[in-house]
């Protein structure tokens, strides 16, 4: 939802997670004001510093004296980007959200194209990379098999993003969950668009996302994403089906025992292991489909929660703000 209006409050709000970015942070605020001079809107930028272990912190602080629009929160140690978008999610003031890396690979006086999709009704603009970057065949199999799995029409997931407020309000981000935004936000009907948006070498520092196990955990968390989205919508239709096709073949084995023992008078004990082991299975997958339906209700109390909950805390702040 979006917050009651307020003259003083930003229309966009600028989420920027950092760790060790000490050779970034000032040059970053730099562009960051460039950008405002040009820009139509009103903003903030949130830097979080998520556990930094260099000299990130100090220069934050005095930056927050040289420019206005500069808010900084500090967690005391690395907590990962997923839950530093969430610290930024709960600090921002604005009815728009953009979240954006810290390394000027992207530069700010890019956002107002994200801004402008925004405003043609898009409820998330995810930028598409354009130029020559590390891991850029891994990146192609990743977005086109996730266009492929969520039927999705944008071709890169994994990039800066805005959206409306009311898109983080009302999607669930596990850990590392922020690089499926996109396909979180289709599952609940928001509108989603792309901008092109240039890549530029890394100012300084080195990159946070490196690893071949990041390849691993991306694939798995896709698998996750997709169950979430589409198995946990009917758990019983999925894991009954199963079932039934389970307890129907051992029906049909059944038969064909019975048939070589009473018939052809030849008893084959391995088909009533496998007649009973059908059977366990089919009535196991009905159990899993009950267990997933109440596990979909507590889902979507949840998140009838958790939205009520937000709509208390913008209230919250609306009203704080009033009182300044």
């Known amino acids: 939802m979006n917050l009651p209006w307020n003259k003083n409050r930003p229309r966009v709000s600028i989420i920027v997670p950092a760790f060790n970015e000490e050779g970034n942070v000032e040059e970053l605020c730099r562009h960051f004001e460039e950008m405002g001079k040009a820009a139509d809107f009103s903003y903030e930028v949130v830097i979080i510093d998520d556990g930094s272990t260099d000299s990130t912190p100090d220069k934050l602080t005095r930056l927050k004296t040289e420019y206005s629009f500069l808010k900084t929160v500090t967690h005391r140690c690395n907590r990962g980007l997923t839950d530093a978008l969430k610290t930024g999610f709960a600090t921002a003031l604005g009815d728009i959200f953009v979240f ?36 850029q065949f891994i990146s192609k199999i990743y977005n086109g098999l996730s266009r492929r799995l969520f039927n999705l029409k944008v071709h890169d997931l994994n990039s800066v993003k805005a959206f409306r407020r009311e898109v983080a309000e009302n999607i669930f ?152």
Do not use: C
């Open 100 to 135: 954006y890396p810290s390394d000027l690979q992207y530069l700010p006086e890019d956002i107002p194209k994200m801004i402008a999709k925004i405003d043609e009704g898009n409820d998330l603009v995810t930028g598409w990379k354009q130029g020559n970057y590390n891991k």
């Open 173 to 324: 981000l596990r850990q590392d969950w922020h690089r499926y935004m996109v396909p979180l936000a289709v599952e609940k009907g928001y509108l989603v668009d792309e901008v092109k948006m240039p890549l530029y070498d890394r100012n300084s520092g080195q990159s946070k996302f490196s690893g071949k196990w990041r390849i691993m955990i991306g694939f798995l968390d896709l698998l996750a994403v997709k169950t979430q989205i589409s198995l946990l919508r009917k758990p019983l239709l999925f894991f009954g089906l199963i079932g039934l096709i389970l307890i129907a073949s051992g029906i049909v084995v059944g038969l064909v025992a019975l048939y070589f023992r009473f018939v052809l008078d030849t008893g084959l004990r391995m088909l009533l292991y496998l007649v009973i082991l059908l059977l366990v299975l089919g009535g196991l997958s009905f159990i899993l489909g009950f267990l997933g339906e109440g596990l979909t209700a507590i889902r979507e109390e949840v998140s009838g929660l958790r939205s009520s909950l937000a709509r208390l805390e913008a209230t919250r702040k609306n009203q704080s703000e009033s009182d300044d």
